[in-house]
Antibody
Framework: QVQLVQSGSELRQPGASVRLSCKAS????????INWVRQARGQGLEWLGT????????DFAPTFPGRISMTRDTSTTTAFLALYSLRLEDTGVYYC??????????????WGQGTEVTVSS | VLTQSPGTLSVSPGERASLSCRAS???????VAWYQQKTGQAPRLLIY???NRATGIPDRFSGTGSGTDFTLTISGLETEDGGMYYC?????????FGGGTKVQI
């Protein structure tokens, strides 16, 4: 079945970096953009950005200037999110999500299970 | 900016709930989605393109609206419908979400 399986929980100190992975299966990886959304504990949803699985082009949220990168490996159908210069407020659950259709303007129909990132000294 | 109201909605089983999502500017092509999230779970897509039900979503969930005003209606509420509901616009970057409405059954 269609699924996105994310890497496990991470604990980092402030100022460190973290790289999360998202393994896609059960569908044509090239046909759907991958997006990243995060959620602080008890808070709402925040969009981080989207990556085109075909050419790797990215659209980032403007709230992360220079602190975020997204890549993908088409040979393993895996998407990656890296976050740099971590701050306490980056603590939360990070979801990779699939766009429903083939464009960059789609609702999110498949969600990974989430990766918990804790930033603490 | 998407503003959802009310913040919390208390309803009884069998009743109808109407959740509002208001955008600060017109949403391109009415690209609005609604998600349900239960505690400890990832969100689930209910409605896309303002009024289309996602695969497997019961027909008691319906979405209406255009421009800046959108509504999610849940008819014949069931106890399993309790949780947080978020609207999202994906017509223009950056994608944004509303702050959510908590539905208490």
């Amino acid at each position: 079945q269609v699924q996105l399986v994310q890497s496990g929980s991470e604990l980092r100190q402030p100022g460190a970096s973290v790289r999360l992975s998202c393994k896609a299966s059960g569908y044509n990886f090239h046909s759907h953009y991958i997006n990243w959304v995060r959620q602080a504990r008890g808070q709402g949803l925040e969009w981080l950005g989207t990556i085109n699985p075909n050419d790797g082009s990215i659209d980032f949220a403007p709230t992360f200037p220079g602190r975020i990168s997204m890549t993908r490996d088409t040979s393993t159908t895996t998407a990656f999110l890296a976050l740099y210069s971590l701050r306490l407020e980056d603590t939360g659950v990070y979801y990779c999500v699939r766009g429903r259709g083939g464009s960059d303007s789609e609702a999110y129909d498949v969600w990974g299970q989430g990766t918990e990132v804790t930033v603490s000294s | 900016v998407l503003t959802q109201s009310p913040g919390t909605l208390s309803v009884s089983p069998g009743e109808r709930a109407s959740l509002s999502c208001r955008a600060s500017q017109s949403v391109f092509r009415n690209y609005v989605a609604w998600y349900q999230q239960k505690t400890g779970q990832a969100p689930r897509l209910l409605i896309y393109d303002a009024s289309n039900r996602a695969t497997g979503i019961p027909d008691r969930f319906s979405g209406t609206g255009s421009g800046t005003d959108f509504t999610l209606t849940i008819s014949g509420l069931e106890t399993e419908d309790g949780g947080m509901y978020y609207c999202q616009q994906y017509g223009r970057s950056p994608v944004t979400f509303g702050g959510g409405t908590k539905v208490q059954i």
